[in-house]
């Protein structure tokens, strides 16, 4: 009975055995399983425009292999995460057509410009570096696929975060320009980097319950205020500075406090009226419409080799 199921399931959630996707699981969970790892695929997806932006303007033929690798590294993300879903049942086809479509999102982070090539190494040092704190802890969701495509994406981020970091650090030790130049890509990207983490604790609907069901292991607040530690020692090492005037070190907790976010601005952003939005939207459209030839030549030939079989 349905009863007997939901008690072998909070029985696994307890006993921290993963949830595999032929286990029965209740419809809810399966259902906000794939919003969320559908808006995680998304966002690898949409989340290679920024940089491949810079991929014909790398300063470097070296700079630019290994934006190459990254941004590819990026789509395989996507890949696995579009698999991970549909494991879940749902289709590739239609979720994508749904981020196509604006119903369902993708990280925020993403409708922020590329202005200059510092914002390349602050993107691969501050965006990736919160995208692993954040996968780390997923790495230990209950739902087994999602948890296993974690351990393979977080090995690939902490590569591309330190990349970014080799890169910013490289402009650290520049002329005065370079270090203007990166300094003013962290004053652009540092909030838009600590909104990523999602909503502050109070306001985020999904949490409670997805905590309770062991997708997410640690609250947004925490997520980001470990970012925060993690990341402010790094940004003196480079001899720049938070745009945060009330950015101080606090003994008693051992732990940086930070300044009020400007939530309006993640609002703003995930309803579809950040800077790039539009842009990034009608570039995913456009790809997915000049590659329908290829789409109908595969069809075509798959067609061909069942009438032939025949
Ligand atoms: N950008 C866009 N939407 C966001 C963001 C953000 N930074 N933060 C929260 N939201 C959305 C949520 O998706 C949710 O919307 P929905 O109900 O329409 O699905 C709503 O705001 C409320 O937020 P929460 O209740 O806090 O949602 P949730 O529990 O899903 O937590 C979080 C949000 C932390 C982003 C979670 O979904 C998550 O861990 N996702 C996986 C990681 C991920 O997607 N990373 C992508 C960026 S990293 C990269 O691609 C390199």
Request: proline share 3%.
């Amino acid at each position: 009975t349905d009863a007997q199921h939901q008690q072998h399931f909070d029985a696994k959630l307890a006993a921290d055995i993963s949830i595999e996707a032929k286990d029965w699981m209740p419809d809810a969970y399966r259902q906000n399983l794939i919003r969320q790892i559908g808006q995680h695929a998304h966002s690898e997806v949409i989340g290679m425009l920024p940089e491949a932006n810079w991929l014909t303007r790398a300063p470097t033929l070296r700079r630019k292999a290994v934006l190459l690798a990254k941004v590819q590294d990026e789509a395989g993300h996507g890949l696995y995460l579009y698999s991970a879903a549909e494991t879940l049942g749902c289709s590739r086809q239609d979720i994508y057509q749904k981020m196509l479509d604006g119903k369902m999102k993708y990280s925020s982070i993403f409708n922020y410009p590329t202005l200059n090539w510092a914002d390349v190494g602050v993107i691969g040092w501050l965006v990736d570096g919160a995208a692993i704190v954040n996968q780390v802890a997923l790495c230990r969701a209950s739902y087994g696929p999602y948890a296993r495509s974690m351990v393979k994406i977080c090995k690939e981020e902490s590569f591309h975060q330190r990349q970014g970091y080799e890169a910013v650090m490289a402009l650290a030790h520049g002329s005065e320009q370079q270090k203007a130049m990166l300094q003013d890509a962290i004053n652009r990207f540092w909030w838009p980097v600590l909104m990523m983490f999602g909503p502050s604790d109070n306001d985020s609907p999904h949490s409670a319950q997805s905590m309770a069901w062991k997708i997410k292991r640690h609250s947004n607040d925490e997520l980001r205020q470990k970012f925060v530690d993690n990341t402010v020692p790094q940004l003196e090492a480079l001899g720049m500075t938070a745009p945060d005037a009330d950015l101080t070190w606090d003994e008693a907790s051992g732990h940086y406090r930070f300044g009020d976010i400007d939530w309006s601005e993640l609002y703003q952003v995930i309803k579809g009226q950040g800077q790039c939005n539009h842009e990034r939207l009608q570039a995913k459209r456009q790809a997915w419409e000049n590659g329908a030839w290829v789409r109908e030549g595969a069809m075509a030939h798959a067609e061909k080799n069942r009438t032939r079989a025949a």
